[in-house]
Nanobody, 117 residues
Framework: QVQLVESGGGLVQPGGSLRLSCAASGTIFRLYVMGWYRQAPGKQRELVASITGGGSTNYVDSVKGRFTISRDNAKNTVYLQMNSLKPEDTAVYYC???????????WGQGTQVTVSS
């Protein structure tokens, strides 16, 4: 099972940017579909973006054109670049890794992103 550690959250003003990172260990990273989820208070956890081992990406409509997911398979790391942040982006962001062989999911501990003036 993969271990995931997120970093890069924090407080930012509307219109600002943040980059989240998620470092994976204990696995063959390229065999994992990696994703970023978020959960705001009182809301369900939602998929924000995902990326396959080959680099194919998918985004929820609300972040298209503002967020970019990427991965460095040599560094076992996935990133989420968040630009033009809005207050509604405020949430705990979770890194997720899904093993394409077993379909097993692993989660990071979460990192808080707060967009506020």
């Amino acid at each position: 099972q993969v271990q995931l550690v997120e970093s890069g959250g924090g407080l930012v003003q509307p219109g600002g940017s943040l980059r989240l990172s998620c470092a994976a260990s204990g696995t063959i990273f390229r065999l994992y579909v990696m994703g970023w989820y978020r959960q705001a208070p009182g809301k369900q956890r939602e998929l924000v973006a995902s990326i396959t081992g080959g680099g194919s990406t998918n985004y929820v409509d609300s972040v298209k054109g503002r967020f970019t997911i990427s991965r460095d398979n040599a560094k076992n790391t996935v990133y989420l670049q968040m630009n033009s942040l809005k207050p509604e982006d405020t949430a705990v962001y979770y890194c997720n890794g899904r093993d394409i062989v077993t379909n097993r999911n692993s989660w990071g501990q979460g990192t808080q992103v707060t967009v506020s003036s």
